[in-house]
């Protein structure tokens, strides 16, 4: 029923409006000028602020107050002189033209309102598309580099290899410890195209994808910066659902980043727990810290961080050590993923 009331025309709401009218102006009539029937007016401006346009609606009031007149006359109802008459007759147009007015101030309110909701409903679908996208570009990056890359320089360095080998058969030592420096430059960048790979494409479909991803990126982290990095997980099945996986190892990934990169960090810790209620991730350091009155805690990293944490219905937060440095931590509810 109430459906139909909202998809209706507003010409045909209009109509039943002007119907509500006109029997309440009957009812007004029937019971006469003892009892007060004014309030009952309101209820099809009321009617025509909800399904009709403004300008039905101030036809409305002005036709309340037409009836109303015409009944209080029709009933013979008598006033000291026509002055008070009039400003009667005038305080009730004023009155039914208020309840329009303000019926139509709260409806365009609760519209703006709704609109900015949809807006804002409309704006996170398409943050998270973006973070699709974005994961989407980054595993298939990976894939290539895994797949390309780091094959092709395995080749060479099986080239080189061969020609190391045949150089040494020749007694051409010089020319072979040249090309064994090649093959041993080739080993280190297949290793660091490697990293790289697993990097951006971390988490595989398993119970023990997000352990074994974050205890890949502390093992690349410590190959390739110069920082001490460990990882300790407190729970054997985590992270039940792929995209929170992926969300938290991102979350690592980023502290890791901001760590080294802003904290100068020399030391990270990085923990891993779960229990049947949530997930927590902490990635603490001891580098420089940060202060609460810069803008470090709204970049760009850590607003993507915080975000991804919203999109789980986690926690997110970021603070200051106990023996300095930052920790980085995140708290996710099992079993939940948007």
């Keep these: 029923m109430l459906r139909f009331f909202i998809r209706q025309s507003a010409a045909l709401a209009f109509i039943e409006a002007l119907a509500l009218l006109f029997a309440i102006s009957w009812l007004d009539l029937a019971t006469g000028h003892q009892v007060s029937l004014v309030l009952f007016y309101i209820a099809p ?18 036709l309340a107050g037409v009836l109303w007149s015409w009944a209080d006359l029709v009933l013979g109802h008598s006033y000291s002189n026509a002055n008070v008459q009039a400003w009667e007759i005038a305080i009730r147009f004023a009155f039914f033209f208020l309840v329009g007015l303000a019926g139509i101030a709260m409806r365009e309110r609760q519209h703006a309102a709704g609109a900015r909701i949809a807006l804002l409903e409309h704006t996170q679908k398409l943050e998270k598309q973006i973070i699709e996208v974005s994961e989407y570009e980054q595993q298939r990056i990976g894939r290539d580099l895994h797949d390309g890359l780091c094959q092709f320089l395995a080749a060479i360095g099986c080239a080189a290899t061969s020609l190391k080998m045949d150089l040494e ?52 982290t410590n190959r390739l910066l110069p920082v001490q990095c460990t990882f300790e997980c407190a729970s054997g099945s985590l992270a ?99």
Aim: charged share 20%; proline share 2%.
């Design 240 to 338: 039940e659902h792929n995209g929170k996986a992926a969300h938290l190892y991102r979350i690592a990934q980023e502290a890791i980043n901001n760590a080294t990169k802003h904290g100068k960090a020399n030391k990270i810790d990085i923990r891993l727990s779960a229990n049947r209620n949530a997930t927590s991730l902490s990635i603490a350091d001891d580098g420089i810290g940060f202060s609460k009155n810069s803008n470090a805690t709204n970049g760009v990293g850590i607003s993507i961080m915080r975000y991804r944490a919203n999109l789980m219905e986690g926690e997110f937060a970021i603070e200051s050590g106990e023996r300095g440095g930052t920790v980085v931590s995140c708290t996710v509810p099992t079993g939940v993923e948007r």
């Design 45 to 62: 401006i009321l009617f025509a602020v909800w399904l009709c346009d403004n300008k039905s609606v101030f036809v409305i009031a002005g």
């Design 169 to 220: 058969d020749k007694k051409l030592r010089q020319l072979a410890a040249k090309a064994g420096e090649i093959e041993n430059l080739l080993g280190e960048s297949v290793k660091q195209a490697r990293d790289l790979s697993h990097g951006l494409v971390p988490v595989q479909l398993n119970d023990a994808g997000l352990p074994a991803a974050i205890q890949e990126l502390a093992a690349s």
